[in-house]
């Protein structure tokens, strides 16, 4: 089955500094890449997504892209600011199925 | 709408004990699963069901059951509750694209605690 590797596992940044979280995937059936942002006590919302027809996909201050022939997709989040503090998630979907990485614990320091 | 509603928010059990986890959703969505998140492990897709009548197991299945009846339930039956079923579940549903594919936007309801002493 699908595996999804998430690093780094936590990651605390200077409130206006970039953060990134780096995801590798398995499986080359998965043809499609959310990211999901989980708060404390809440359930993962999803937060910006990419087809693996697509390298690079932006929303305001986030963005994702995909590398298919290293397997690697990656967040990139610019100008944090403190309500981007919480746990993100990627993912990998195969045709019936989703596979998360682990979670990255995103601090961002006033 | 409602979205995907998940029932109790918290369960206490004793080992051995049963009990089932129930889910909802009423955006007549075939896509149904059920994760568990554990810390460190991220969400781990347990069973999951492209459409009334039909379910399969996924990456940790044992010592769960499911049955999809109506599109609209997916309950989750934990047999014999073990302290390792301690977890949070979250279940989640989607739409169903044409070749069998799942959609793309996953709807999670807002979780089960579950503490097994």
């Known amino acids: 089955g699908e595996n999804v590797e998430q690093h780094p596992s936590t990651l605390s940044v200077q409130e206006g500094d970039s953060a990134v979280i780096k995801c590798t995937y398995s499986d080359s059936a998965s043809n499609y890449f959310p990211w999901y942002k989980q708060e404390l006590g809440k359930r993962p919302q999803l937060i910006i997504d990419i087809r693996s027809n697509v390298g690079e996909k932006k929303d305001q201050r986030i963005a994702v892209t995909l590398n298919k022939t290293a397997k690697h997709f990656s967040l990139h989040i610019t100008e944090t600011q403190p309500e981007d503090s919480a746990v993100y998630f990627c993912?990998?979907?195969?045709?019936?199925?989703?596979?998360f990485g682990a979670g990255t614990t995103v601090t961002v320091r006033a | 709408n409602a979205g995907v509603t998940q029932t109790p928010k918290f369960q206490v059990l004793k080992t051995g004990q049963s009990m089932t986890l129930q889910c909802a959703q009423d955006?007549?969505?075939?896509?149904m699963s059920w994760y568990r998140q554990d810390p460190g492990m991220g969400l781990r897709l347990i069973h999951y069901s492209v459409g009334a009548g039909i379910t399969d197991q996924g990456e940790v299945p044992n010592g769960y059951n499911v049955s999809r009846s109506t599109t609209e339930d997916f309950p989750l039956r934990l047999l014999s509750a073990a302290p390792s079923q301690t977890s949070v579940y979250f279940c989640a549903s989607s739409s169903h694209l044409a070749g069998g594919r799942i959609g793309e936007t996953q709807y999670f309801g807002p979780g089960t605690r579950l503490l097994v002493l």
């Open positions: 955006m007549n969505h075939e896509y």
């Open positions: 993912a990998a979907r195969t045709p019936y199925k989703l596979s």
